[in-house]
Structures are given as C-alpha cells and as structure tokens.
C-alpha cells in the first residue's frame, strides 16, 4: 500500500528527543521556545506560540481577539470538523461560506456575502495546503472591521503573493501526526501583533505572567519540550519537505493532465502550494466512490477529504450557534473530491503507480 502520509523520525530528530530526555526538563521549556522562534524565523512572523494541538490554537486565536459578545464568525464548510468545533468552543455563531472549486478555498467575495452585520471575524481555510486570496481577503476585512483568524493547519509554509499563510491574521497551524510538519500532536499560533500575542501567551499557561500571578482564567495548552524536539529539525528541513512535495504534485499533474474523466488541482496566481494534499475531481459525482474503491484495492491509498460538509451532521442540527446557507459550489466539491498520496517519501515508482491506476480505475467511466 502506498499511504496518504507517512511519518518518518531519522537520527536528527532521535538526538534531538534524546537530548530532551536525558536533560529531565520534558514539560515546556527551552526546546518549546527554540521551535517557536525557528517557525517565526521561517515563515517571517513576529510571533509564534507553541500550544498542545491545532484546534487548541484555534480556540486560542478566537478568544484572544476578545470579540464582542454576539458575534458572529465566517468560514469554510469545506474543511476539517476541528475549524467548526474550536468557533463553537470559543462561543461564536458559525456562518458558512462557499468555496472557489478551482482552489477549494473560501473567496472575500463568498465571505461577504455570507456575512451579516453581527460578523466580527473571518476564518479562512487555506485547504490542502494552498492559501486563501488573502490579499483581497484583508481589504474586505479591513473595510469591515474583521479579524482574521487563518485556519493553515494544513499550509505551514505556504505563500501568496510572497508572503507567508499565518502572517495575515492571527494564524493557527497544527502538527499533527499527518500534517506536513509533525510532532504527533501540537499546534501554534502566529500573529504579527504585539498584545495578541502576549494575550495568547498567557492564557495558554493558567492565565500567568509570573508564578501564581493570574491576569485571566486561562487554561493549559502547552506544548511539550520532547514534542518540540520532534518538530525542530522538521521546521529547518521544511524548505526541503516543501520541495519535494512541489515536485511530486507537478510530475502527478504532468501526467494526469490528459485525462479526460478528471479535473486536477488549480494553483491560483501567486499562490505556493505546499501540498498537504493533491486532491482531483472525478467529474463524473456518481463514481467517485467507486475510484476510490479500485484505488485502494490497487493498493492507492487514496482519501476523501471530506465527504460532507462540515456542518452536514446531526450532531450540529439544532445547534443555534451554527447557522446554515447554501454552498452549491462546497457541496458538489465534497462529492467529487479524492486525495491522492503526494507526501515527500514517495519514490518515483510509486509515483508511476499512482498515475497508471488512477487512468485505469477511471478508464471504466
Ligand atoms: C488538522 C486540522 C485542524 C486541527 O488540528 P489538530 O492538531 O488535529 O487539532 C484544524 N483545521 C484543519 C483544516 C486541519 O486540517
């Protein structure tokens, strides 16, 4: 089986956790702040604050923008379930609004629309490791008076027009174990603002500035000096990683470009894609399902993310904070969508493979 991702800890990264290990400080400390300057560093942010996941990062971003009571905020009902469930843990009401089908991503033109005068913050989703047209996004917001909140769990190093995901906004990324840069769990919060980002610091360690001196009620979402070790190496190669990634979705489209019974995926004009997945379209919605059944038994490890739409589930129906609208362009995507392994372990034989069975199981349409 070719996987969707893979996890691989060389002797770098051995060292690094062995070095955490032996020096007995585990819980956060130096290797936390090591991690978080090197990630700022890389990406060109002023700030970035480690914490226990991405959805945590989330939650953090919201609160600590200190929205006002009632509001309400905008996203993608195109993305994984943790963008919805960290706006509801937050407090807020959930709008949706729909996707460009060429990049998946919410659009200012969709995120005005879908908005209402009770919106205070948007959250773009920079999906499958593309961004979102921030540029247009933060001349929306800023005529508005929005926030922005970037959802890059997916998109750590990702640009548009020259700059990084997550300097935007308030950025969350997540370094979950199938992410592109993993420490099995973890998250981060990036901001270029000052006060936002003391706020974060200290909400995410009880509230404290200094021992038992509490300035909020806070809560503990810190990460870990061993998780941090993992991540480090990762962060210094993620160039490299990036690289690799481009270059397994460019040899992927080069070849699946012809044919007919698919849509490969768009990049958008100055945008850099980092590939945390390289999602087609089976232009045929009825056999999509059936793709992806001949994919896996070909031994493809192919994926749908994500089936349905975020909020398309009986535990949000009667949710007052999760108000819904039509997205035509999102939901058609989410049954047409198929994920194909891109990740930066593949040789160029599993490469070959991929291609040869996805003309195959499509050739049947
Ligand atoms: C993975 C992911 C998250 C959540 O990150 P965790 O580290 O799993 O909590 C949030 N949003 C998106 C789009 C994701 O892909």
């Not at 994984?80 to 060429?102: C, K, P, Q, S, Y």
């Amino acid at each position: 089986m070719i996987p969707i991702s893979s996890v691989r800890l060389d002797e770098e990264i051995e060292n690094e956790v062995l070095g955490v290990l032996r020096s007995g400080m585990i819980a956060q400390g130096p290797k936390v702040l090591e991690f978080e300057n090197l990630f700022a560093e890389a990406i060109g942010v002023k700030h970035a604050i480690a914490v226990n996941n991405g959805t945590t990062a989330l939650v953090a971003a919201m609160r600590m923008l200190h929205l006002p009571e009632g509001s309400e905020v905008v996203t993608s009902p195109f993305t994984f379930v943790a963008t919805l469930n960290a706006a509801l843990e937050a407090g807020l009401t959930v709008r949706f609004a729909d996707i460009d089908e060429g990049t998946f991503n919410v659009t200012d033109e969709s995120l005005i629309e879908a908005s209402t005068d009770r919106t205070t913050c948007v959250i773009p989703v920079h999906l499958y490791g593309q961004s979102a047209p921030m540029d247009k996004i933060m001349v929306a917001a800023e005529l508005r008076n929005w926030k922005i909140v970037e959802d890059a769990a997916q998109a750590h190093g990702a640009t548009h027009n020259g700059r990084a995901v997550g300097t935007y906004g308030v950025g969350t990324f997540s370094f979950y174990a199938t992410k592109n840069l993993t420490t099995g769990e973890g998250g981060l919060v990036t901001t270029n603002d000052d006060e936002v980002a003391d706020r974060i610091r200290i909400y995410r360690n009880q509230g404290m500035r200094q021992r038992y001196q509490y300035e909020m009620p806070g809560t503990n979402y810190r990460l870990t000096d061993v998780q941090a070790a993992i991540g480090i190496p990762q962060i210094r190669r993620m160039h490299e990683i990036t690289l690799q990634r481009q270059h397994n979705a460019g040899y992927l489209s080069e070849h699946l470009s012809t044919n007919p019974a698919i849509t490969i995926p768009k990049i958008a004009d100055g945008n850099s894609h980092v590939w945390h997945q390289y999602s087609i379209l089976i232009n045929d919605e009825l056999r999509r399902d059936s793709v992806l059944e001949e994919l896996n038994q070909r031994g493809i490890g192919a994926g749908v993310y994500y089936p349905k739409l975020v909020h398309d589930y009986g535990c949000y129906a009667d949710n007052p904070q999760v108000v819904v609208t039509e997205t035509p362009i999102a939901l058609n995507v989410t049954k047409r969508v198929l994920s194909l392994p891109v990740h930066q372990y593949l040789s160029t034989n599993d490469l070959d493979k991929i291609i040869e069975s996805v003309n195959e199981a499509t050739r049947m349409l």
